[in-house]
């Protein structure tokens, strides 16, 4: 009779064991979506977060590039900085207007190459501004890369204007290249 009472006592045993087993793994399966779904839910509050600092921090930047570029503009019209045309050579408020415009935009690019600021929200708010702006100062910049003996110098704007470019490829195929200033007029008005 004592070995029936220890049998049964076994099998009761090792059911609990297995429910409890099963009732575990169903519990840890449990916590590993709970997991995955905080891990979206953090990195979706992430990518909102960057794209905010992105428009943000441009916001806080955008009047002065502007200005910079206004004014160099006027000098110079869409063409090329070149390091001999009179104007850049003999003018030194245009020179350190124009490298106040690349210390500026160059530690925006740090913050879009590095990842803390987004290329896709930048590259719409700025259209091709700033792609146009790395084109028409690049004379300049591989100048002064020469003079400084620093490669490097200014390679993050560089980069982002590059990236720009692509992104805008993707995002406006149809456009090839086109200010979408003109095209939202030509559209809207």
């Given amino acids: 009779m004592l070995s029936i009472i220890v049998e049964i006592s076994t099998i009761v045993t090792n059911i609990f064991l297995s429910v409890g087993s099963v009732i575990a793994v169903f519990q840890l399966l449990q916590m590993k979506k709970s997991n995955m779904l905080q891990s979206k839910s953090l990195m979706a509050d992430h990518e909102r977060r960057k794209k905010q600092s992105t428009l943000e921090f441009y916001s806080d930047i955008y009047p002065y590039l502007s200005e910079l570029r ?3 503009t006027d000098v110079f019209g869409n063409g090329y900085v ?11 408020d245009i020179q350190k207007m124009i490298y106040e415009y690349l ?8 913050g879009i190459n590095s ?5 896709n ?6 259209e091709k501004v700033v792609s146009d702006m790395y084109k028409k100062l690049s004379p300049i910049i591989e100048n002064m890369r020469i003079v400084q003996n620093y490669s490097e110098m200014f390679c993050d704007f560089e980069k982002m204007s590059k990236d720009i470019e692509e992104v805008r490829k993707k995002m406006y195929p149809k456009l090839l290249g086109e200010d979408l200033t ?8």
Avoid: C, H, P
């Fill in 103 to 110: 210390v500026i935009i160059e530690r925006f690019a740090v």
């Fill in 121 to 126: 929200v930048f590259a719409k708010t700025s």
């Fill in 115 to 119: 990842g803390i600021y987004d290329i």
């Fill in 82 to 92: 070149m390091l001999d045309d009179i104007r850049y050579k003999q003018n030194a």
């Fill in 182 to 189: 003109s095209i939202k007029n030509d559209v809207f008005y």
């Fill in 70 to 72: 206004t004014k160099i």
